[in-house]
Nanobody
Framework: QAQLVESGGGLVQAGGSLRLSCAAS????????MGWFRQAPGKEREFVAS????????TYADSVKGRFAISRDNAQNTVHLEMNSLKPEDTAVYHC???????????????????WGQGTQVTVSS
């Protein structure tokens, strides 16, 4: 088993920045990819960004492309999400995810991930 713990959420004004972190523990050696999803009240869960732990290939939702950046620190078993130019519509609970199963997968689908963190609240005021 593995555990994911997010940190770094908070309240920020529109146009501001936040940096989320996800600390992984347990069977992290099995991880192939990690990422972030978010869910706002009354809305469906939404893909934000993902990264392959080997090679570092990244992918982003169109809504955050150019504003958010995902990175990983394999030695620290940590993934970060740098969020800039934040907008009120970015307000949501942000969840860290990880996949340990092998094989090709669609990184934007929530069902492909094996582990989920509890989430951290990000609130952007206008």
């Amino acid at each position: 088993q593995a555990q994911l713990v997010e940190s770094g959420g908070g309240l920020v004004q529109a146009g501001g920045s936040l940096r989320l972190s996800c600390a992984a523990s347990g069977r992290t050696f099995s991880f192939r990819g990690m990422g972030w999803f978010r869910q706002a009240p009354g809305k469906e869960r939404e893909f934000v960004a993902s990264i392959f732990l080997s090679g570092g290939s990244t992918t982003y939702a169109d809504s955050v492309k150019g504003r958010f950046a995902i990175s990983r620190d394999n030695a620290q078993n940590t993934v970060h999400l740098e969020m800039n130019s934040l907008k009120p519509e970015d307000t949501a609970v942000y969840h860290c995810v990880a996949r340990s199963r092998s094989g090709v997968y669609d990184r934007s689908r929530s069902a492909v991930y094996d582990y989920w963190g509890q989430g951290t609240q990000v609130t952007v005021s206008s």
